[in-house]
């Protein structure tokens, strides 16, 4: 880890304008919020990221989870994994959410990481985290070892020939199969970004993961109401039963009427570059019977578009039957 300047926020716009110092600056040079620090100081330890200055913006009245007027839900940026995961608004309209983020890290870890965070929390490609091996994602132009290296662990959808690191949230998928918005502000104002435009898939820039920009505070998220009459449910498949990043994932909200597929919302984890929401399983669902051979067809669309490496081909077949089981899970009748 190298020096660096630790400063707290003593409001939004003070941590704004000194995120803001960072644009068109050097490296070395660059500032980085700090809130649970679960990420950061991992990243800085491995001399994977080497702000100058860090701004503390934990003592910000961001912290809160509150139901809105139409019946939706805010949480605070600053809200830890384990109080979002425990909150009774959660677990009572949201149970993917809840589930999701049982699911992730240590309780431990949950204690500490925030909402904030873990919308931003960088990939566990194992070259991104050695500075010693090339990544485009840590040195745009470096190349990308995993194509040729380990890459069991690594994406299959939306991936491409700079990049193949796959997006380790467990929170993240579940936000994108709730249609979640990111409401961020920054030196230009404010603005509210829908989960599926946040994220930013590798292309020839890998190096941008989101639509972030220098000064840019992520303050909350918004949730909408979810249908009246629907159910949901998050399935994490991995190597281990805890502290493990998943393999495949898949967060579902399914609402049956009448015997058929009224509403249905899809995401993928640990097989995207980003949280993978798929609107090709979606519309395979559409007024469906909610049957094996529809969720069946519905898997074979999500990962149409796979493209496996050497060492991971596997993850087709793992995440088609994860969406098939945790589709199950949400219709089944009690």
Not at 32 to 45: E, I, P, S, V
Not at 132 to 158: E, H, Q, S, V, Y
Not at 313 to 332: D, M, N, P, S, Y
Request: with cysteine; charged share 20%; proline share 4%.
């Amino acid at each position: 880890m190298e020096l660096f300047q630790l400063s707290r926020a003593n409001d939004v716009r003070d941590a704004i304008a000194a995120g803001a110092a960072s644009s068109g600056a050097a490296e070395g040079a660059q500032v980085r919020f700090l809130a649970g620090g679960t990420t950061l100081l991992d990243l800085m330890k491995l001399n994977v990221e080497r702000p100058g200055r860090v701004i503390d913006i934990s003592r910000l009245p961001l912290n809160q989870v509150e139901a809105t007027a139409d019946g939706g839900v805010k949480i605070g940026a600053t809200v830890r994994n384990a109080d979002l995961a425990t909150h009774p608004l959660i677990r009572e309209r949201y149970a993917v959410l809840s589930q999701a983020l049982l699911a992730g890290a240590s309780a431990q870890l949950r204690n500490m990481a925030t909402t904030g965070g873990n919308l931003l929390q960088r990939t566990r490609c194992v070259y991104f985290r050695d500075t010693t091996m090339p990544c485009n994602k840590r040195t745009p132009g470096a190349g990308c070892a995993a194509i040729d290296g380990f890459n069991r662990t690594m994406a299959i959808l939306g991936v491409s020939d700079a990049c193949i690191a796959s997006n380790p949230s467990d929170m993240n998928v579940a936000l994108a199969a709730l249609d979640a918005t990111i409401h961020i502000e920054g030196v230009k104002g404010s603005r509210s970004v829908p989960i599926d435009a946040f994220f930013l898939l590798p292309g020839t820039t890998p190096q941008r993961e989101t639509v972030i920009e220098a000064g840019d505070l992520i303050t909350h998220v918004t949730l909408p109401p979810q249908p009246e009459g629907s159910r949901s449910f998050y399935l994490k498949l991995r190597d281990r039963a805890s502290y493990e990043f998943a393999l495949a994932s898949a967060a579902v909200v399914v609402k049956v009427a009448d015997g058929r597929i009224a509403h249905a919302r899809v995401a993928l984890g640990g097989v995207g570059t980003k949280p993978w929401h798929s609107t090709e399983a979606e519309a395979a669902l559409a007024d469906a019977v909610p049957d094996a051979a529809t969720f069946a067809r519905a898997a074979d669309a999500a990962l149409a578009g796979a493209q496996p490496q050497s060492q991971n081909g596997f993850k087709i077949e793992l995440a088609r039957r994860c969406l098939v089981h945790a589709l199950t899970q949400a219709t089944r009748t009690h």
